[in-house]
C-alpha cells in the first residue's frame, strides 16, 4: 500500500468536518464553489477564463440538501477507495459503485448519472483537485507522434518509433501515470482532426519539422489538453493549433487556450494562454487559392455562433474581430479537407511549410 | 516509383473499358454488383453474411446514368493517383480531390460527400479491393495492448511495452502496412467499451490471462475488424467479445463475427465467423448478483431491435433465442459499467477469470 496521497487526505478531510460537527451536536456543513456562469470571470492578465471566490455552504440538517450532502459523502468514500487501491475509473462506474437502495426504504442513493456527476465536479472543485488527480478518467482519446519519449507504467514509449499509428493517449497523463523523459521538438502541433493528423504522420511532417504532431479526433479531450500543456509548460515549447474554419474551430481553438466557461476551475492546469492559431483563416482560401465550391455555405447556426465568438472578452484583439468578421462576410466556412482539392499533400508541402515559415498565426 | 500494384491495374481496366468502347464506337459500360437487401444473404455454412450475384450495367449513352458514369471515372482516377504516389486519404479528401465545376457550365463534378461514397462503395465491390487496399482510410480508431509486435513504416511496436495507454490502431492495418511480427498470446479480448478495456489494461489482464487486448471505443472500425481478423486467421487466436448486455451489444458483436448487411461485400475479409460472444449475457445478472438496480429498464426501441435481432437468420441458435428472450423478459439490460458495482475490480478479477474458466459464452 502505498503512503496516504495529499487528494487521499483532503477526502479524508471531508469526513472529518462530519465527525467533528457530530461531536459538537452541529450541523456538518462543506463549502462548495459556486459553478454558475455568475462566478466565472475571464483574467485577462493571465489570459485564461477563471473561477470566483463565491461559495455556497451544503450542509445535511437541510431537508433540501441533505440527500445531496450524503451522495457527496459517498462519492467521496468511492473517491477514496480509489486513491487507497491505487486505482482509476470512470464517471459512470462511480455512478454504479455508489448506487444503492438505501436500507429500509425503495430509495436509491442515486437514480441517474446526473446526479453523481455534478457532485464528482463539485469536489473538484472543493478540494482543488484535477479529475485526474481524483483518478477519475475517460477512455483513450486522441493520438501522438514525435520525437517525445514517454514513461507509462515503467515502460520507455518513444513516439518516434510507433509507424504511423502512434501512441494512444489516455484520459489521464499525469506525471504520477505518464511522465515525459525526453522531448528535443521544436513545437506542438495539435490538429482537429484525425484524418489530417494522418496525412501528416504518413508524410513524416514531424520529422521534417521537428515537431510533436497531436489530435483529440475532434475537441481535443482532457489528456490530450493535458499533454500539450505539460509540453508547453515543461519543455517550453510553442503550440500552434489547426482547425477547420469555421466558429466550432474557432471554439476550439479558444478552449485549448483559455479553457472554458463550463470548466473554468481547471484552466490554471489546463489552458495554454500562449498558444497559436495557426489555420484555417479566414484569409487563407484567398492567400491559397482554394476555390469557393470548396466552401461551404455557413447556416444560421453558424452565423450566430461566430456572433456570439465576437462577443466574448478573449475574442476582443482586432485581428480576432477581423478573422472572424472575414468569414462572416464571405458567407463560407472551409473545412482542413478541402485543402485535398489542390492535391493530396497540399496540407503538408505547401500550406503548413509557408505558414510556418511566414509566420502567418493568430494570437 | 514502386511497381504497379494489383489494384492499380484494376482501376486502370477501367480506363480500359472506356477507350476500347470508344474506338469501337460504343457505348463504355461497366458492371457494378446490386448492393441491395436483395443482393444479400446470410451463408449459413461460412457463416458470413454475403454478396449475391446480382450486378447492374452503369453506360455513358444514358442520360439516367451519364453523370454517375462521369463520377465513377473521376473517382477511379483519384484513386489511381493514390496507388501511384502511394498515399492513403480519407472519404472526405477524396469528395474535396474530384469536386470541380465542369467546364464551360456552372455544374460542380460533384455537390456533396453523399454523391462521391456509395461511388467509392460501387468501386470497391466492382474491383473487389477493400476499401483499404483502395488506400481510403478514416482517422485512427481504438487500441491494442498486449503480446502483439507489430511493424508500422519500419517502426518495431512492441504492444507489450506501450504502458497502460497502447498502440493507437491505424485505420489501414493491411500488411502493406502493418505487419504482424509475432504474437504469443492465447487469445483476442475485443471490448465494446473504451473504459473498461482502461480497466483491464490498468490491472495487466493481457499479462496474467496472455492475451491481446483490443477496443474500438463502441461499435468497432474497420481497423480494429481488420487486425482482429488477422490475428484470428494468421495466428489462429480465439477471439472472444465483451460488449453491454443490450441489443447493440448483440448487434455489435453479430458484426464482428458475421458482417453486416450494409458492407456484406467485405465479410470475408473482416467477419470472424468463429468469434465468442463472453458476456454480458442476460444471464449473468443473476449468476453474478447484479441487483436489479444497476440494470436499465428496455425501452421500446430496444424492446423492437431485440425482437429484429431474433428474426435475422444468424440468430436463429437455440441458445441466442433463449438469451435474447431472457433480456426480454427481464426487462431490463444492464452495461458493462455496472459490474463496478460489485467493486472496481470486479471485471478483471472475478467476472472474466470465471467466464474463461467455466468457457461460458455462445457461439
Same mark, same amino acid.
Request: charged letters at 30%.
Given at each position: ?111 441517474? =448519472? ?86 501528416? /504522420?504518413?508524410?513524416?511532417?514531424? *520529422? ?10 475532434? =475537441? ?36 485549448? *487556450? ?24 479566414? /484569409? ?60 493530396? =499533400? ?18
Amino acid at each position: 500500500m502505498a503512503k496516504t496521497t495529499a487528494v487521499e487526505k483532503k477526502l479524508a478531510g471531508l469526513a472529518d468536518i462530519v465527525i467533528a460537527a457530530a461531536n459538537k451536536k452541529r450541523d456538518p456543513a462543506i463549502k462548495i464553489p459556486v459553478r454558475s456562469l455568475s462566478n466565472v470571470r475571464f483574467n485577462e492578465r493571465k489570459g485564461i477564463i477563471e473561477m470566483g471566490s463565491n461559495t455556497q455552504d451544503r450542509t445535511f440538517f437541510n431537508v433540501a440538501m441533505a440527500k445531496k450532502f450524503m451522495q457527496t459523502m459517498l462519492v467521496a468514500d468511492a473517491l477514496s477507495e480509489l486513491q487507497k487501491a491505487e486505482l482509476t475509473t470512470s464517471l459512470r462506474e462511480i455512478y454504479y459503485r455508489t448506487k444503492h437502495t438505501m436500507a429500509d426504504s425503495h430509495e436509491n442513493t442515486f437514480d441517474t =448519472q446526473d446526479e453523481s456527476d455534478p457532485i464528482i465536479e463539485d469536489l473538484e472543485v472543493g478540494l482543488e483537485a484535477l479529475r485526474e488527480e481524483l483518478h477519475v478518467r475517460a477512455e483513450n482519446g486522441g493520438t501522438v507522434i514525435g520525437p517525445l519519449v514517454l514513461e507509462d507504467d515503467g515502460d520507455r514509449v518513444d513516439c518516434a518509433k510507433l509507424g504511423k499509428g502512434g501512441y494512444s493517449v489516455p484520459s489521464i497523463v499525469e506525471e504520477e501515470y505518464v511522465s515525459i523523459k525526453k522531448c528535443t521538438a521544436d513545437f506542438v502541433l495539435l490538429v482537429e482532426k484525425g484524418t489530417q493528423w494522418n496525412r501528416l /504522420a504518413e508524410d513524416k511532417f514531424w *520529422k521534417k519539422y521537428n515537431c510533436v504532431l497531436m489530435t483529440g479526433n475532434g =475537441q481535443p479531450p482532457r489528456g490530450i489538453r493535458r499533454l500539450t500543456r505539460r509540453l508547453h509548460e515543461e519543455k517550453k515549447l510553442p503550440v500552434y493549433v489547426l482547425v477547420d474554419n469555421d466558429p466550432w474551430g474557432y471554439y476550439i481553438y479558444s478552449v485549448v *487556450k483559455q479553457g472554458s466557461i463550463n470548466l473554468a476551475f481547471e484552466s490554471k492546469r489546463m489552458a495554454i494562454p500562449d498558444a497559436k492559431f495557426i489555420g484555417l483563416s479566414s /484569409a487563407d482560401p484567398e492567400r491559397y487559392g482554394l476555390p469557393r465550391n470548396v466552401g461551404i455555405k455557413l447556416n444560421d447556426k453558424d452565423i450566430s455562433r461566430a456572433k456570439e465568438l465576437m462577443n466574448y472578452p478573449w475574442f476582443q484583439k482586432k485581428e480576432w474581430q477581423g478573422e472572424v468578421k472575414r468569414m462572416l462576410s464571405s458567407g463560407l466556412k472551409y473545412e482542413l479537407d478541402a485543402l485535398a482539392n489542390k492535391d493530396f =499533400q497540399y496540407l503538408t508541402k505547401t500550406y503548413l511549410p509557408k505558414k510556418l515559415k511566414d509566420k502567418d498565426w493568430l494570437d
